[in-house]
């Protein structure tokens, strides 16, 4: 019986079994197949707060025995910052707004309670500009195998992809969390913005690969020069 016939659960609880299935089912599926393609390197994730999807990806590396795998979540631990572009507009965010909050603090009692180990990852607090966006090229993680981007707005985004585009590698996983939240006169912010990567990065290629929840889509990331012509 699948969790969205359990009738012991609430209609709630049912919806949140549900999206949490999901994300483990995509972690797991993208760990085990990293392992077995021999795919080096870390977890990245751009949008950790309220450590739901960490916890998910370290429940996948423990279900894979590949906690040798650190995890790296970076966040303002704050309110999502202002817009700064038009497509950073979507009916359900709310630039400014509350989402988020309560400093890194919080986000180490949710993984605490999650049972993930301090040495497991590192917490960066901060906005985007003022972390990734002042990194040096050699500044750790020097290796990732995958990368989650659920930092809602379009131009956040855009500085995760700034700060990815010299550490893509092929076979890596790239994996957008609000791939699928459009809007009655625009596409996704995530999928304009990775539409807008394509075009200006010619040397990449990503394959589409498991979609995450209700509203992620996954990419495996290729080398375009090992495309057949
Ligand atoms: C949907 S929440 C992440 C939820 C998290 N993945 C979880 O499962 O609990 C999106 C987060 O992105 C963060 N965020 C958005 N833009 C940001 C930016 N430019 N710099 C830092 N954090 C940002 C927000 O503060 C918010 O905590």
């Excluded at 965010?93 to 603090?105: E, H, L, R, S, Y």
């Excluded at 994996?175 to 625009?186: L, M, T």
Aim: glycine residues 8%.
């Amino acid at each position: 019986m699948s969790h969205l016939e359990d009738d012991s659960l609430n209609p709630i609880e049912r919806a949140v079994h549900r999206i949490l299935h999901g994300y483990l089912e995509f972690f797991y599926d993208a760990w085990t197949n990293l392992n077995i393609n021999a795919i080096s390197g870390d977890y990245v994730e751009f949008g950790s707060w309220g450590g739901n999807t960490m916890n998910q990806a370290y429940k996948a590396l423990c279900l894979t025995g590949l906690t040798d795998r650190h995890l790296w979540a970076y966040d303002s631990f704050d309110t999502l910052p202002e817009a700064q572009d038009d497509r950073d507009y979507h009916p359900g965010w709310n630039p400014g707004g509350a989402m988020g909050g309560g400093g890194v603090d919080k986000f180490y009692e949710a993984c605490d309670r999650h049972g993930i180990p301090r040495e497991a990852y590192t917490a960066t607090e901060g906005y985007f500009e003022d972390t990734i966006g002042t990194a040096e090229p050699d500044d750790p993680p020097a290796d990732i195998a995958m990368c989650l981007i659920d930092c809602n707005l379009y131009s956040s985004a855009a500085t995760c992809m700034e700060w990815l585009q010299p550490r893509l590698k092929h076979g890596m996983i790239l994996a957008f969390d609000d791939y699928w939240c459009w809007s009655p006169d625009k596409i996704s912010g995530e999928q304009s913005l990775l539409m807008e990567f394509q075009r200006d990065h010619p040397e990449w290629t990503f394959d589409r690969y498991h979609t995450i929840a209700r509203a992620g889509l996954s990419f495996v990331v290729f080398d375009a020069a090992q495309m057949p012509g």
